[in-house]
């Protein structure tokens, strides 16, 4: 069977090629992004296990932060066009958390009444999409329990926990211009997937790409410095 990109796409080996070539390239970009990468980690292996409640989940959330900026690099140096937006969101989604919880620990119970309110809506969603005759009767009667619950009132969101940790700019550039970019099903997201014809008609185009890894590593870096320094306040370093 070929294993090449033609016949595989993204899982073919013939993406490790590219990712030697990328970082040959890039450097200097990649180079002080791992650096930046083991100070945000080196410094979270500090901190020892006596903490506060509030700044062990804003930890936890800032853990995910660094996993999803490692998967946008891992996945942008192999050519994908799209699905580094998204890790990347998420990265700063979890910035956002993080840091709000570090400044202000009473956002802790807006997050649990937000995730109660998410679970609540998604139980009556899934009952009114038809869920009695796709679900079994015992997972039928967990969804009807949720559902029953009331819905607390609640008010967060992610630009909340942008501007509670200072982030607000970050927010409305990165996290805002990345779910245009790509995060989402946006005609802007389609950009790498057509080639136009002289003809004025389109076909489809499924290869590597990096036209946008310099701009992704720097956003990577970007989200890594602004969550170094809101930990090392956390921790009034």
């Known amino acids: 069977m070929t294993r090449t990109f033609k016949s595989l796409g993204f899982l073919s080996p ?3 090629m590219l990712r030697h070539t990328e970082r040959a390239r890039l450097a200097t970009e990649f180079a002080e992004l791992e ?12 901190v020892s296990g006596d903490t506060s409640q509030n700044y062990f989940v804003g930890a936890a959330f800032w853990l995910r932060c660094i996993e999803s900026c490692q998967a946008t690099v891992l996945l942008g140096e192999r050519g994908l066009s799209t699905p580094p937006y998204a890790t990347l969101r998420t990265a700063f989604e979890c910035l956002f958390a993080a840091c709000a919880l570090w400044r202000n620990p009473a956002v802790a119970d807006k997050m649990e009444a937000w ?3 998410e679970r609540i809506k998604q139980a009556k969603g899934m009952l009114a999409a038809g869920a009695e005759t796709r679900v079994s009767p015992e997972n039928l009667a967990v969804l009807k329990a949720v559902a029953d619950k009331a819905s607390p009132p609640c008010d967060w969101s992610h630009q909340a926990a942008a501007n509670i940790a200072g982030l607000r700019f970050e927010y409305e550039t990165a996290y805002r211009g990345l779910g245009i970019a790509g995060a989402h099903a946006t005609p802007r997201s389609l950009d790498d997937y057509h080639i136009p ?3 004025g008609s389109l076909t489809l185009k499924f ?3 990096t036209n946008r890894l310099e701009w992704v590593l720097g956003l990577v870096k970007t989200c890594l410095e602004c969550g170094i320094q809101r930990h090392r306040e956390a921790l009034g370093s």
Do not use: R
């Open 115 to 117: 995730h109660h309110k």
């Open 14 to 16: 013939d993406l490790d």
């Open 35 to 46: 650096h930046t990468m083991l100070v945000a980690i080196k410094e979270c292996q500090q």
């Open 197 to 199: 014809q002289p003809d």
């Open 207 to 209: 290869e590597p790409t």
